[in-house]
């Protein structure tokens, strides 16, 4: 949503898929999971009056409103893609099956997966650290609005200090807030390391990909 309070910022839009072909310009194969927070968050749905479940399909429809967003900004700056959905919306997008998601990898388009898993109580980390495991990524990106882990809020606490590699053991032990417990998990029993870095910074992207230590490492150790 950018600097706005809710929506679609074409700006923020533009500046994502700028720094998205930066990196397919280096032969890299990208999968991409994006929330959609800025239009419905499913776990706040109960203080509306709306049950959860409801709720968390709700979310998994605004995820493929972004997804959709983005699948057209990435298109106009040149890139091909394909857009997998987790819950069945054939108008718009295919079906999530892994061999056909890991093909059009091989084809060099790149995949953008909306709609969560298809299934309500599981968060968009848990989608991109499950789909990583399906496609065999190498790692998991995860692009925020801070510069990687800190031992407290920096937002909040300006006597935070940065992490810039754990283990994903010392991670629960400082019981650091990095993804949900599934998705942690998921990708620590599969020994897939996540990279936790501010998105929003020009070239971050392909600094990371080209091997700049950027961001928090998360690792097995």
Same mark, same amino acid.
């Given at each position: 949503?950018?600097?706005? /309070? ?6 923020? %839009?533009?500046?994502? #898929? ?13 999968? $991409?999971? $994006?929330?959609?927070? /800025? ?5 706040? &749905? ?7 479940? =409801? ?11 972004? #997804?959709?967003?983005?699948?057209? &900004? ?8 394909? %857009? ?34 298809? /299934?309500?109580?599981? *968060? *968009? !980390?848990? *989608? ?5 495991? +399906?496609?065999? #990524?190498?790692?998991?990106? @995860?692009?925020?609005?801070? !510069?990687?882990?800190?031992? &407290? !809020?920096? +937002?909040? !606490?300006?006597?935070?200090? @940065? ?5 994903? =053991?010392?991670?629960?032990? @400082? /019981?650091?807030?990095i993804m949900d417990m599934t998705a942690f998990t998921l990708c620590q029993e599969n020994n897939l390391p996540i990279i936790v870095f501010d998105m929003n910074k020009e070239d971050n992207l392909a600094k990371l990909i080209q091997g700049e230590e950027i961001g928090t490492l998360i690792t097995t150790l």
């Amino acid at each position: 949503m950018g600097e706005n /309070n809710y929506g679609i910022d074409p700006n923020r %839009l533009q500046q994502y #898929a700028e720094e998205i072909k930066k990196v397919k310009e280096l032969g890299v194969e990208i999968a $991409i999971v $994006i929330g959609g927070g /800025n239009i419905f968050r499913g776990v706040q &749905a109960e203080k509306t009056g709306i049950d959860r479940v =409801q709720g968390d399909y709700m979310g998994m429809l605004a995820t493929l409103i972004n #997804a959709m967003a983005l699948q057209s &900004a990435l298109e106009q700056n040149g890139m091909f893609t394909r %857009l997998m959905s987790g819950i069945k919306v054939e108008s718009v997008c295919e079906p999530f099956i892994r061999r056909r998601a890991i093909r059009h990898l091989e084809k060099g388009r790149i995949v953008i997966f909306g709609a969560g898993i298809g /299934n309500p109580y599981f *968060t *968009t !980390d848990s *989608t991109a650290s499950l789909r990583a495991v +399906e496609i065999e #990524a190498e790692v998991v990106l @995860k692009g925020t609005r801070v !510069d990687g882990v800190y031992t &407290a !809020d920096p +937002e909040k !606490d300006k006597s935070a200090t @940065k992490y810039s590699a754990l283990s994903f =053991q010392e991670a629960y032990e @400082k /019981n650091l807030n990095i993804m949900d417990m599934t998705a942690f998990t998921l990708c620590q029993e599969n020994n897939l390391p996540i990279i936790v870095f501010d998105m929003n910074k020009e070239d971050n992207l392909a600094k990371l990909i080209q091997g700049e230590e950027i961001g928090t490492l998360i690792t097995t150790l």
